[in-house]
């Protein structure tokens, strides 16, 4: 005798972070990165106290988001990370070390020695492939700016393949509009990276998520990344998921008393569309009361590790982005 099946449906939730940490550099001096000033006898006396102290903050911000019914994102975008040994630490750390995070990581020839890179969850991720894109501009007198590369990712999440790029912009340091032109060149090289990406697999889902530098409404996002709101997607592959956030004056930076959105999501649009798989619930940025800075001259803003050169046993002077993400599952049912 055999049992009629019925089928029902379940919804699976997954929650993806990114999170630009501020200078989070190990101790020991790499030359030739400028990285002298984060070591101990460096100006900010930088000591394993301390960064034992923030890997274990930040850890514990992580662990607070829940994907797929467990503690921490299934994917942690970072920026400002040094090397592939804080990233260890940070997996490891005993807020996560039970979670079963990996990372991706590629050496960018920055000038600082910062880098982006990929967390993820072994259970909810498989990575099939990963390759970094070099960022190549000169400054007006022609010499070349070492900056950050842009790291593509390819996998399956939860057995639907995506891919991920994390990027990190050049900063307006010197001032915006003399500052554009790299930007601008980022946004172009990004946009090829999503051509290609399109080109090789048009129905597979893509993720643009970094610190841009910039805010949606800027040139080098709105005309370079062609992302619109959701009532402009159709006939573009880019959806801006974060552009009502910045008009409704939300950020994840403050400078001079102004919020900036520097840190953004973009999306294939068949996140909005597709019939199946992952599909767009909402984005946020992410601000937890540890996270805020609450007294001082800087009361409201993101508590960083440091004002100046005093130490404060902060997190980072941005506040983290959030994804979220669901699907529905078809499950057997025996009555």
């Known amino acids: 005798m055999t049992g009629l099946q019925s089928q029902s449906r379940h919804e699976n939730s997954a929650q993806l972070l990114f999170y630009n940490v501020e200078n989070l550099f190990d101790t020991v001096p790499n030359p030739p990165n400028l990285d002298q000033d984060r070591t101990p006898n460096g100006k900010y006396r930088w000591s394993s106290k301390k960064y034992l102290s923030k890997i274990q903050r930040l850890s514990a911000v992580l662990k607070q988001i829940p994907s797929m019914g467990r503690s921490g994102p299934s994917l942690i975008g970072l920026c400002e990370i040094e090397n592939s040994g804080v990233l260890r630490d940070l997996a490891r750390s005993p807020a996560l070390n039970g979670q079963n995070y990996a990372w991706i990581h590629h050496d960018s020839p920055d000038h600082r020695g910062i880098d982006v890179a990929l967390l993820y969850k072994k259970e909810d991720f498989l990575p099939v492939q990963f390759r970094a894109h070099r960022l190549l501009i000169e400054d007006d ?31 307006r340091s010197g001032g915006k509009r003399r500052s554009d032109p790299y930007r601008i060149a980022a946004s172009k090289l990004g946009r090829k990276i999503v051509d290609s990406l399109y080109r ?13 530098n910039d805010n949606p409404t800027d040139k080098s996002i709105q005309r370079l990344l062609q992302a619109r709101r959701p009532d402009q997607v159709e006939g573009v592959k880019l959806h801006h998921p974060m552009l009502s956030l910045y008009q409704a004056g939300i950020g994840s930076i403050a400078y001079r008393d102004r919020w900036a959105l520097f840190d953004q999501w973009i999306i294939s649009e068949n996140f909005l569309h597709s019939p199946d798989g992952w599909k767009l619930v909402d984005s946020k940025v992410l601000v937890l009361p540890e996270l805020i800075q609450s007294e001082g001259r800087y009361q409201g803003y993101p508590k960083r590790t440091y004002i100046g050169t005093l130490y404060q046993e902060g997190y980072s002077d941005h506040f983290p982005i959030l994804l979220r993400l669901r699907k529905e599952k078809l499950e057997a049912k025996v009555p």
Not at 144 to 168: F, K
Not at 200 to 209: A, W
């Open 200 to 212: 090789d697999q048009p129905k597979r889902k893509i993720i643009v998520m970094g610190d841009m």
């Open 141 to 171: 007198q022609g010499h070349r700016r070492y900056t950050r590369d842009q790291l593509v990712v390819s996998g399956l999440l939860e057995g639907e393949e995506i891919a991920l790029l994390i990027v990190h912009w050049p900063s």
